[in-house]
């Protein structure tokens, strides 16, 4: 009985962080909404006796993943982009109901939701969790995990790149950067 109640606690805030997370006007309660978010999704794991798994949720997705958001928001300019973001909304809400019908669609099609492995409780607290999960991603599904780092590998370059774009410098004398015509530095850079 326990173990619903704070299933249902974690599962209801991982929702409702989710959305406030995407909802929220303002860009540092929605990263807070996804730092609570991803806390409960470890008290999630920790209910499916998965410690390892909720672990590394903490310090790869409320560590890693949330700071390197906070990079993002911090090149981000929310008053230039505030417009064509709530234009898109209704398009976005579409979307994204018709990608969750058609994924629940699926698994109710198809046999993947009835599909066992060949992971059993047993021979998980045999060999413990962190050996079973070793074994399976280093030997059963090493392709997809390299092609996922592969992915991770062009997302930071074109993150990189988009970051660095538009960043232009006006140099003054001897190849300096000039700070007095900063002004008109920004005036090139932000167009109305």
């Known amino acids: 009985m326990t173990a619903q109640l704070l299933f249902f606690y974690f599962g209801g805030m991982t929702v409702a962080g989710a ?3 995407v909802s929220a006007p303002n860009l540092v309660y929605s990263a807070l909404a996804l730092l609570l978010t991803f806390i409960h999704i470890a008290g999630i794991y920790i209910l499916l006796n998965a410690e390892f798994i909720a672990a590394v949720q903490i310090i790869v997705y409320a560590g890693a993943i949330l700071v390197l958001y906070l990079f993002v928001l911090m090149l981000f300019n ?3 982009e505030r417009h064509y973001i709530h234009k898109q909304y209704k398009a976005g809400i579409f979307l994204a109901l018709v990608v ?3 994924m629940v669609f699926a698994g109710y099609k198809t046999e993947i939701l009835s599909l066992g492995g060949p992971v059993t409780v047993e ?3 045999a060999m413990g969790h962190t050996r079973v999960i070793g ?3 280093y030997t059963d599904y ?4 390299e092609i996922a780092s592969l992915i991770l590998l062009v997302a930071m370059f074109g993150a990189i790149l988009l970051a660095g774009r ?4 006006i140099k003054g004398p001897a190849g300096r950067v000039d700070l007095s015509k900063r002004d008109e530095a920004t ?3 932000v167009r109305p």
């Open 19 to 21: 959305i406030v997370a």
């Open 78 to 80: 929310p008053k230039q």
């Open 100 to 102: 969750m019908f058609l």
């Open 123 to 125: 021979s998980v607290r």
């Open 135 to 137: 074994n399976a991603l």
């Open 142 to 145: 090493i392709f997809p995990f």
């Open 166 to 169: 538009g960043q232009r410098r």
């Open 187 to 189: 005036k090139v850079l």
